[in-house]
């Protein structure tokens, strides 16, 4: 069985600072780890994934995360926040021999000016 | 990056009326097509997975006589709604994966039933 947690559900940081989402996961084989973004009335836009390569992915705006098996976490980062990523974010991961994806409930980004 | 559409990207009827939603993988042959459903500041939960030309798996408590799943060609599934209630009012969006590893979302659909 698998499940994802997302620590805090909402996350507030100013337009600069460090953006740090928290994901921890459970798993009973090698995962794969997802990212994704959704933005109001859309629907999710992948920003990043792990597939058993490189621990460090680097995805799409900035973003990227690192896989930790020992912490069995995925937190999602960027160095410096931008208006434009105020959103939700889902982590997400599967089981790759399935395919589906199991998701956390999602952390809400607002960024200050 | 591989796109999914889904049409009507919003649709208003009547309660006992079936509305019928499409997902469409436009640049990849998406082998598996997922549906899920997300209420209002949740996440989303999976309703069911399909693989072209067999019949959907329904997660547990999804109905399927309700929810009609149909996965004809590698780039079009369709949900079908049948005799619509309110509580059936929510956000759903499809997912296409051609290889198991990743999927790519629809823009999803907001279902309003009056």
């Known amino acids: 069985a698998q499940s994802v947690t997302q620590l805090g559900s909402h996350v507030s940081v100013s337009e600069g600072a460090l953006v740090l989402l928290r994901c921890n996961y459970s798993?009973?084989?090698?995962?794969?780890l997802f990212w994704y973004v959704q933005y109001p009335n859309q629907g999710l836009q992948l920003l990043l994934k792990?597939?058993?390569?490189?621990?460090l992915v680097k995805g799409i705006n900035g973003f990227e995360a690192e896989f930790k098996k020992s912490e069995t976490s995925f937190h999602l980062t960027k160095p410096s926040a931008h208006m434009s990523d105020a959103a939700e974010y889902f982590c997400?991961?599967?089981?790759?021999?399935?395919?589906?994806?199991?998701f956390g409930k999602g952390t809400k980004l607002s960024v200050k000016p | 990056g591989a796109v999914v559409s889904q049409h009507p990207s919003r649709v208003i009827c009547k309660s006992g009326t079936s509305v019928k939603i499409e997902c469409r993988s436009l640049?990849?042959?998406?082998?598996?097509m997922f549906w899920y459903r997300q209420f209002p500041k949740q996440s989303l939960m999976l309703m069911a997975t399909?693989?072209?030309?067999?019949?959907?798996?329904?997660e547990q408590g999804v109905e399927k006589d309700k929810f009609l799943i149909n996965h004809a060609s590698l780039t079009l599934s369709t949900l079908t709604v049948t005799s619509a209630h309110p509580e059936d009012s929510s956000f759903y969006i499809c997912?296409?994966?051609?290889?198991?590893?990743?999927?790519?979302f629809g823009p999803g659909t907001r279902l309003l039933v009056l």
């Open positions: 399909s693989n072209e030309g067999s019949k959907a798996t329904y």
């Open positions: 792990y597939t058993s390569a490189a621990t």
């Open positions: 640049d990849f042959q998406a082998t598996t």
């Open positions: 997912s296409g994966s051609g290889n198991q590893e990743t999927q790519y």
């Open positions: 997400a991961v599967s089981d790759p021999s399935q395919g589906n994806l199991i």
């Open positions: 798993s009973s084989v090698p995962p794969y």
